[in-house]
């Protein structure tokens, strides 16, 4: 008997909390999606909100893919002076595992 697997997509409001109503909700400021980016076109993207927000926080959401926007992303995290900190969302038990990462700001 084949698995029947069901395809959904969860509502945005829902995103950071866990099922069955157990764990903390985390909020960021602002969140980046840059699904469908080339690497060039995502790292522009990042900057371009980077250098013109005034928020603590940036959730970016470049997906897991075959890795190229995460590290192209999480490369430029580390040369921009404003970032103070990174977490790594597979680190930090984020939604979105290997998929997100979220730039503290100073």
Known sequence: M???FRK???DPSTLGKRRGGRGSVRHFDVELDLHGL???EAVA???KTLYSMSEES???IHGK???VLRRRVRALLDEVDLVSR???GEDCNLPGGA???VAWLD
Do not use: H, P
């Open 2 to 4: 084949a698995k029947r």
């Open 8 to 10: 959904t997509i969860r």
């Open 38 to 40: 080339t690497g060039d």
């Open 45 to 47: 993207e990042v900057e």
């Open 58 to 60: 940036v959730l970016i």
């Open 65 to 67: 893919g075959d890795g």
């Open 86 to 88: 990174v977490e790594f």
């Open 99 to 101: 998929g997100v990462t």
